[in-house]
């Protein structure tokens, strides 16, 4: 009787050593997946430069980000697209606009920050006369 339950223990205490392996793998996995930002999103801290050939299609990408607030997403959100959009009036340095529509492209939200890509076309940046 003994040996049986020294056997069924031993069974036990290997069943849960096998789970908690196969936890911890899938932690170090999630973390290592979960750091491999999209190019786009690795290049967000970087200013906007309107070059001639972004120009001359008449569209160009931006990318926002912000700190993740996990209790307000939508706030964290707008904060990524706002800063998307300061970006693209610092580009344009001395001309007073007004960025009327973007469109988004994509999202990605990370442990810690979200990012936003915009899409904004010319059509949607008037000059103001101020």
Same mark, same amino acid.
């Given at each position: 009787m003994?040996i049986?339950c020294?056997k069924s223990?031993?069974w036990?205490?290997s069943r849960? @050593? $096998? ?7 899938a ?5 290592a997946w ?9 290049d967000c801290?970087?200013? %906007? ?9 008449e ?5 926002? $980000?912000?700190?993740?607030l @996990?209790?307000? $997403? ?10 998307? @959009? /300061?970006?693209? $009036? ?8 007004e960025?009327?529509?973007?469109? @988004? ?8 920050? %979200? ?7 010319k ?6 006369? /101020?």
């Amino acid at each position: 009787m003994w040996i049986k339950c020294a056997k069924s223990w031993a069974w036990l205490k290997s069943r849960v @050593l $096998m789970k908690c392996l196969a936890i911890a793998l899938a932690l170090v996995l999630g973390v290592a997946w979960g750091k491999s930002l999209p190019k786009w999103a690795r290049d967000c801290s970087k200013g %906007v430069q309107i070059e001639k050939t972004q120009t001359k299609d008449e569209k160009f990408l931006v990318c926002g $980000m912000s700190d993740i607030l @996990l209790s307000d $997403m939508d706030y964290s959100l707008s904060s990524a697209r706002q800063n998307a @959009l /300061e970006k693209v $009036m610092e580009a344009f340095k001395g001309d007073k606009i007004e960025i009327k529509a973007s469109e @988004l492209k994509a999202t990605f939200i990370d442990t810690d920050k %979200v990012y936003v890509l915009l899409k904004i076309t010319k059509r949607h940046v008037a000059l103001t006369n /101020e």
